[in-house]
């Protein structure tokens, strides 16, 4: 199997720049943030997008039961929160982005040129299925440097129908949770850790399980780098999808693009 080209060539010396200056002005952007309600992400602005090497993608999957939404679970708030989360980080930060989101699966070798893979809804219709090909795949585009976010899933009964596949990735690496002082939370935004960030309808932000608390939890390589974010009782994704909606919290939109740039950050510095 051929190296990540990821690795094998990282990041052209612009795109180092590009990191080292977006680490330098973070103060500048902090006070810029999204916190204005009326913020908007114009996409008939040509100037707002600076088209370079870094490409969302969303990882579709198979479930253990067949899903009744026509994409499957996978797809859930696809294509706008992918898009939205984009519009972000080019108007946030200095990475530069590709305009359009990718959606690969596991058993596709296209995953070993793109260092981050966005997943959601893994714990719903008896929890995610990866054939032994995909579980290959993951551990092997895991150990050589990529970085995977799971985001949206809730309660104990969507963990356990999660764990009992995913634990098939790394049998032999603990799943750990992250304390809040990690230095994933405090990368580009200064936040206390995990944080539960509500679906469009549950205004007043209600547990939509059995655990009340939102929860980060990683699986490290042997170096002690994140290689696998697990956001449980949280779901950034609806901050993405609903930056625009008029009833949707703000402080929930701002939440979920500064905890979504701090991982985006962290996946491509480390």
């Known amino acids: 199997m051929e190296p990540l080209s990821f690795l094998s060539r990282r990041y052209s010396q612009d795109t180092l720049l590009s990191l080292f200056f977006l ?25 707002l997008w600076r088209e370079g090497e870094f490409s969302f993608v969303r990882l579709q999957y198979d479930t253990r039961y067949v899903s009744r939404r026509s994409m499957g679970m996978w797809s859930t708030d696809f294509p706008a929160a ?8 080019t108007r946030l930060t200095n990475v530069k982005v ?16 793109h260092p981050f893979i966005y997943a959601v809804e893994m714990g719903r219709n008896g929890g995610v299925f990866f054939s032994p090909q995909e579980i ?6 895991l ?24 634990s098939l990735v790394f049998p032999d690496r603990e799943i750990i949770k992250l304390d809040s002082s ?17 679906a469009l309808s549950n205004y007043d932000n209600r547990p939509e399980g059995d655990v ?19 956001n449980w009782n949280s779901d950034m994704g609806d901050g993405w999808e609903h930056t625009y909606h008029r009833e949707y919290p703000v ?7 500064q905890l979504g740039i701090n991982y985006l950050i962290y996946a491509l510095t480390h």
């Open 23 to 47: 680490f330098a002005l973070q103060f500048i952007h902090l006070s810029v943030a999204i916190a204005d309600p009326t913020l908007e992400f114009p996409v008939d602005e040509p100037e």
């Open 82 to 89: 992918d898009i939205n989360f984009l519009k972000g980080v």
């Open 98 to 113: 590709n305009q359009e989101p990718i959606v690969l699966r596991l058993d596709d070798q296209q995953i070993f040129s």
């Open 136 to 141: 290959n795949n993951l551990r092997e585009y």
């Open 143 to 166: 150990l050589r440097g990529g970085f995977m976010l799971i985001d949206d899933f809730w309660g104990t009964y969507q963990w356990d129908a999660f764990y009992q596949m995913f």
């Open 182 to 198: 990690h230095e994933i939370f405090h990368g580009f935004y200064d936040v206390e850790g995990a944080q539960m960030i509500p």
């Open 212 to 230: 009340e608390y939102a929860s980060n939890h990683a699986i490290l390589d042997d170096n002690g780098r994140v290689m696998v974010l697990i």
């Open 251 to 257: 402080k929930y939109a701002n939440l979920s693009y």
